[in-house]
């Protein structure tokens, strides 16, 4: 009786310091954790090069929301998409490791860049939400960002030559391991010329691209609908010749209500009339017209 008791006490403890682990995405999917992203205030304890938009550049709020101790993996290469479209999408570019005990909450510092140069950088109002893995090149450069623990604007230019086709000789830097290092990864990804690889880099200063500030509105507002039985919902983005321009939701949804709040920038409408319409089943159920402003 008494090594039986002994022998479920140890279970009983063994039960209790158990620890699981995931992926982060797999924690979010299984409701396992619940997650708040935003752009960071600056980080004191970090004494490298940094900007708003790569360097620990986000903050992340983690609450364990099981009875279990979570260990959870946030890779690089994940996409981080903010509510407003006019922010710049942001990439880990330093896998995170986080333990979690039962209940328990933290708060975090995520190594990112921008992938999107000529939106606005994340600010610590502006919220995100963790999405899909970056797949090919750019996942491939930023797993070479986190081995090499490279964090520069360096790093950040090579991220812009895969997403907004900046030139190789923009990855500048006086450490010149670091700067060849990158070159050589975008120069065989894109097809460039190896002497290329060593054009610009005598020392002199490099000024990257000037960004183009243009006066930018978005139209916001919200589509409700509701109905009574499983359906396949589309809702997408529609001009006025009728091109379909952007899919927002495109699944089976159950009966109740809904409604989807959306933002369209000035700069995605061409100065045209567009629709934002909803399919049930394939035929149209809502819509709802923007105008832009003349």
């Known amino acids: 009786m008494k090594a039986t008791y002994l ?22 999917q299984k409701k396992l954790v619940h997650i708040n992203m935003s752009g960071a205030k600056p980080d ?18 983690l609450s364990n929301a099981s009875n279990e101790n979570l260990n959870l993996n946030l ?15 942001m990439i880990v570019t330093q896998t995170l490791i986080v333990k979690l005990t039962s ?11 921008c992938t999107e140069a000529h939106d606005g950088a994340p ?25 090499k623990k490279y964090q520069t604007d360096a790093a950040q230019n090579a991220v812009w030559c895969f997403t907004n086709d900046y030139a190789l000789s923009s990855i500048y830097s006086e450490d010149t391991v670091m700067m060849y290092d990158l070159r ?45 039985r499983t359906s396949k919902i589309l809702v997408a983005l529609f001009d006025e010749d009728n091109h379909m321009k952007k899919v927002y939701v495109n699944e089976t949804q159950h009966e109740g209500e809904y409604a989807y709040n959306y933002q369209i ?23 709802i017209s923007i105008i832009p402003n003349p």
């Open 123 to 147: 600010s610590a109002d502006a919220k995100f939400v963790l999405r899909n893995r970056a797949t090919g090149n750019l996942l491939g450069l930023t797993e070479l960002l986190n081995r």
């Open 184 to 228: 050589r990864f975008v120069a065989k990804a894109k097809g460039i010329l190896e002497t290329q690889i060593y054009e610009a880099a005598s020392g002199e200063s490099y000024s990257p691209p000037q960004r183009t500030i243009t006066t930018r509105t978005v139209y916001s507002g919200s589509l409700s609908y509701s109905f009574s």
């Open 7 to 28: 022998l479920f006490t140890l279970f009983c403890i063994l039960k209790t310091s158990a620890e699981t682990s995931y992926k982060l995405s797999e924690a979010v």
């Open 44 to 61: 004191t304890s970090f004494h490298g090069a940094s900007s708003s938009h790569h360097g620990p550049c986000m903050a992340m709020e």
């Open 265 to 287: 920038g000035s700069d995605e409408m061409d100065s045209k009339k567009h629709y934002l319409r909803m399919f049930r089943d394939g035929k149209l159920q809502e819509e």
């Open 75 to 89: 890779e690089y290469g994940y996409r981080l998409v903010p509510d407003d479209s006019s922010l710049q999408t």
């Open 103 to 113: 209940k328990q909450k933290k708060n975090y510092h995520i190594y990112a860049m």
